[in-house]
């Protein structure tokens, strides 16, 4: 890792989806140049790292993205690593975009990523528009802490 000159911040993550048992974790990854080592200005930037955790554990897809990077953009270049169909995605807000249903719809069965609370249905009948207007209606009908529960996020 030093010649990267990367370092790991402390394991605080946040889980961003499940695949039966898989996981991809996001860990945030310091730039320590020479300016940090030497105590000038300090820390000029970090990475992400989302990694996808098969369920016994063995590292099956491992992207690294700047802190400039929408986290919704890992997930074609992760995809692209999983070669199996997913059963199961879990992810944080920052995944309810069009873009992340879409690229999910052919390859996975079950999608959880909350709703932002001004979401509306789309109406549109495809795969990732019924996936995700089921999860706005679902959160408008029983609430965004019971939709939590039910889904099991």
């Given at each position: 890792m030093s010649a990267l000159k990367f370092s790991l911040v402390h394991p605080r993550y946040k889980?961003?989806?499940?695949?039966?048992?898989?996981?991809?974790?996001?860990?945030?990854?310091?730039n320590r140049g020479p300016?940090?080592?030497?105590?000038?200005?300090?820390?000029?930037?970090?990475?992400?790292?989302?990694?996808g955790v098969s369920e016994n554990g063995h590292i099956v897809a491992a992207v690294v993205t700047d802190s400039g990077t929408n986290d919704a953009s890992a997930v074609d270049d992760l995809l692209?690593?999983?070669?199996?169909?997913?059963?199961?995605?879990t992810g944080d807000g920052a995944y309810d975009q069009?873009?992340?249903y879409e690229a999910l719809a052919p390859k996975c069965k079950t999608?959880?990523?909350?709703?932002?609370?001004?979401?509306?249905?789309?109406?549109?009948?495809?795969?990732?528009?019924?996936?995700?207007?089921?999860?706005?209606?679902?959160?408008?009908?029983?609430?965004?802490?019971?939709?939590?529960?039910?889904?099991?996020?």
């Open positions: 889980t961003k989806y499940r695949v039966g048992n898989w996981r991809e974790y996001e860990r945030g990854l310091r300016a940090a080592k030497h105590g000038s200005k300090g820390v000029r930037g970090w990475r992400k790292l989302h990694i692209d690593q999983i070669e199996v169909d997913i059963e199961r995605f069009w873009s992340v999608i959880v990523v909350p709703s932002s609370k001004r979401s509306v249905e789309s109406g549109t009948d495809t795969p990732a528009g019924r996936a995700r207007d089921a999860t706005v209606a679902r959160t408008r009908d029983v609430g965004r802490r019971q939709w939590k529960k039910e889904s099991g996020y």
